[in-house]
C-alpha cells in the first residue's frame, strides 16, 4: 500500500516537520508513506471572495495529476468532512486496500481549504474536527491517526 498526503503549503517550524517525521518513520513499517507540498497560492492581506476562488483553483491544478492517479483512493480533508473514529479511518484504509486500490492520498488544502473541483473529484471526504485546525498542525494529527489506523490493521499494541 502506498499512502500519501498531499498538502498545500511547507511546514516551517521545525517541531512541526519533526512529528510528522516521526509518525512517516513509524508508518513505514506498515506502507510507504510520502509527504508532498504543493506551492500556496500568494493571496493578498484580505483577499476578495474571487481572489480566494481563484487560488483555490490554481492550488487544484497541482494536485490534479494525484488526482487523476490510476489506482487511487481520494480523500478530501475538509470540516464539512464525514467526522470519522480512528477505528473507522482505519476500516476505510483496510477496504481500499480489499477493493484493489495501491494508493491512498489524503488533500489537505491551504488555510481557505480545497477547492470544490478537489472535493468533488475524491470518493470520500472526512473531517478531524468541527473546530478549526492550522493545517500545519492538521498535516501532524493526519500523520498520527494514519500511523494509528495501521497498528489497528496490524494488530499491533498502539492502540487503545
Known amino acids: 500500500m502506498n499512502i500519501a498526503v498531499i498538502a498545500v503549503g511547507k511546514l516551517k517550524e521545525s517541531y512541526w516537520r519533526e512529528a510528522v517525521t516521526e509518525y512517516s518513520k513509524r508508518i513505514s513499517r506498515f506502507a510507504r508513506f510520502e509527504i508532498v507540498e504543493l506551492a500556496e497560492s500568494r493571496l493578498s492581506e484580505n483577499p476578495s471572495d474571487a481572489e480566494i476562488f481563484s487560488g483555490l483553483e490554481n492550488e487544484a491544478k497541482l494536485m490534479q495529476p494525484y488526482l487523476e ?14 467526522l470519522v473514529s480512528s477505528e473507522e479511518l482505519a476500516g476505510e484504509i483496510d477496504a481500499a486496500g ?17 477547492s470544490d473541483a478537489v472535493k468533488k473529484s475524491c470518493k470520500l ?5 468541527r473546530m478549526t485546525l492550522p ?8 500523520s498520527e491517526q494514519v500511523y494509528r489506523a495501521m497498528t489497528i490493521n496490524g494488530g499491533v499494541k498502539y492502540h487503545k
Open 69 to 82: 492517479k490510476k489506482g487511487a483512493f481520494n480523500i478530501a480533508m475538509c470540516v464539512e468532512g464525514k
Open 98 to 114: 480489499v477493493n484493489g486500490y495501491s494508493t491512498i492520498n489524503f488533500f489537505i488544502g491551504s488555510s481557505y481549504g480545497l
Open 125 to 129: 471526504r472526512i473531517s478531524m474536527s
Open 135 to 142: 493545517h500545519q498542525l492538521a498535516r501532524v494529527v493526519l
